[in-house]
């Protein structure tokens, strides 16, 4: 890393939006060759930071300088203009393009008229290879896995040949492979003089490739840390403003022993075969494997947005055959998936409407709704469910990520569920919110005796909160592990095996 001045500056920045502070007299600076790493819970201001930094909104106050010099930004445009680039969290490719084309989207080689294909095919193959081998470049978007489409973004932010470049939670949905080739080619970045931006919850990785670690708490920079002295305990003390929670769970002897959904060889074209397992009364069964297992595919065919070619599923001692969602929700089984924004939230609704949609018939139906009750049913979950928010009449989309994701799991909660199959239900949330989640998640099993499927990427995650961890692997199940004899090698070794 470079000990000349900074290659850029943000100074004294503010940001409110109407009356929300966002933040509040934050300062950073970025070296050449250096991997500075912004993190803090959910709605600490991180995302609105970069987004300030790459020119998609100004600040109220403050200032930017690139090499020493003040400058503004009307548009994402004038920061690229100026050698910075974003690779966002969530997927904004066009889908039906290919994945070269998307990589040198509005950066072709030759003329507008008359653009030089072979050459804009090539660089963008060049840039897709320097992230990852394994995507074909004159792939359609649509037919790539969420994780592929990940590294797709990645590899155009790099196109942009930008020397400063921001990655928002860049291995959410990477496999374990994918992970470290990217984390690779961070670190080679940096050893060839360009700067990033890094942000995760997953402080592992900040802890690898970070050369200084910002901590933001509600909008205010509390400190700046080297790398001996970012410790996991130290960045979420100063996170949360407290010591850490623990995540671990108590082990624990199920009180029923009573089977409230069975799959039994489960089977669908190309996507997964062979299914089986039981889940009981009150417990949380983890289902692990790398992206690309057929964990998600197989959860869509149990909430009938699929159907299978063969197999069984049995829902509280009845055999059931779902045709539609709604009957499996009607049954008492509900499915949250792991794409919050595509298929979690109704944009244009508010937090409470979000909140309570499944269930307005509760409160009057959709023509004669009883605002005031509906209102106070959802507040109290948010209180149960530690979200933060400003009014519940707000746009759910004014929420960050975290709390998004807390108001769709309290949705379910207001439902008379009996089966709760989450997937990845604590992407993109930090990690006090995701101990809390857990915390929740396990009261409801002791409480109400709701049984759980949870999907995760985060073994860790599901050594914290699973009875029992079953492990998939290229479409079909490899193991199932009690949790008193499950450990992150060994279940790692059955998710490639």
Request: aromatic content about 4%.
């Amino acid at each position: 890393m470079s000990s000349s001045g900074p290659v850029f500056e943000a100074r004294n920045i503010w940001k409110s939006f109407g009356p929300v502070q966002a933040l509040q007299d934050v300062s950073v600076t970025l070296l050449r060759g250096e991997v500075h790493s912004i993190v803090g819970e959910n709605g600490a201001g991180k995302s609105t930071l970069m987004n300030i930094i790459c020119g998609r909104f100004g600040p109220t106050e403050g200032t930017l300088l690139v090499d020493g010099s003040a400058v503004q930004f009307g548009s994402p445009k004038d920061a690229q203009g100026l050698g910075i680039a974003i690779a966002p969290q969530e997927i904004n490719l066009v889908p039906n393009l290919t994945v070269a084309e998307n990589i040198m989207l509005g950066a072709q080689c030759g003329r507008a008229v008359a653009i030089d294909w072979r050459r804009t095919r090539a660089e963008a193959t060049r840039h897709l290879h320097e992230v990852d081998k394994s995507i074909d470049p004159a792939a359609r978007v649509f037919t790539l896995s969420k994780a592929q489409q990940q590294l797709v973004q990645i590899a155009r932010a790099a196109a942009t040949e930008a020397r400063i470049l921001i990655f928002d939670e860049p291995t959410a949905t990477l496999t374990y492979r994918e992970e470290e080739v990217l984390l690779r080619y961070i670190e080679g970045l940096a050893a060839a003089g360009r700067s990033a931006f890094y942000i995760s919850h997953r402080l592992e990785e900040v802890r690898r490739l970070s050369h200084r670690v910002t901590v933001l708490r509600d909008g205010v920079n509390v400190g700046v840390l080297g790398p001996e002295e970012a410790t996991r305990e130290r960045m979420v003390t100063m996170m949360a403003g407290r010591p850490p929670k623990s995540g671990g769970q108590a082990l624990r002897t199920l009180a029923s022993a009573e089977v409230v959904l069975e799959v039994e060889g489960l089977s669908r074209d190309h996507e997964f075969r062979d299914i089986s397992f039981s889940l009981r009364k009150g417990e949380i069964l983890g289902v692990s494997g790398l992206v690309g297992s057929g964990r998600t595919e197989m959860a869509k065919c149990i909430f009938g947005l699929t159907r299978p070619q063969s197999g069984r599923i049995r829902l509280r001692g009845e055999e059931v055959s779902f045709r539609a969602p709604l009957e499996a929700i009607n049954a008492g089984l509900i499915y949250l998936p792991e794409e919050r924004k595509q298929e979690g939230i109704f944009p244009l609704l508010s937090i409470a409407e979000n909140t309570a949609l499944p269930t307005l018939d509760r409160f009057g139906g959709l023509l004669h709704i009883r605002n005031r009750e509906m209102v106070a049913a959802v507040e109290r979950l948010a209180g149960q469910m530690k979200a933060k928010f400003n009014s519940l009449k707000d746009p759910i989309t004014s929420l960050s990520g975290g709390n998004q994701q807390k108001f769709i799991i309290a949705r379910w909660l207001m439902r008379d569920a009996h089966v709760l199959i989450m997937d990845e239900p604590t992407r993109g949330i930090d990690v006090n919110a995701k101990f809390e989640i857990q915390s929740v998640l396990r009261r409801l099993t002791e409480e109400r005796g709701l049984s759980i499927v949870i999907i995760s990427s985060e073994m860790e995650e599901l050594l914290d909160v699973a009875d029992r961890i079953m492990v998939m692997h290229e479409g079909t199940v490899k193991g199932t592990v009690d949790r008193r004899e499950a450990s992150q090698e060994g279940l790692l070794e059955l998710a490639m095996s």
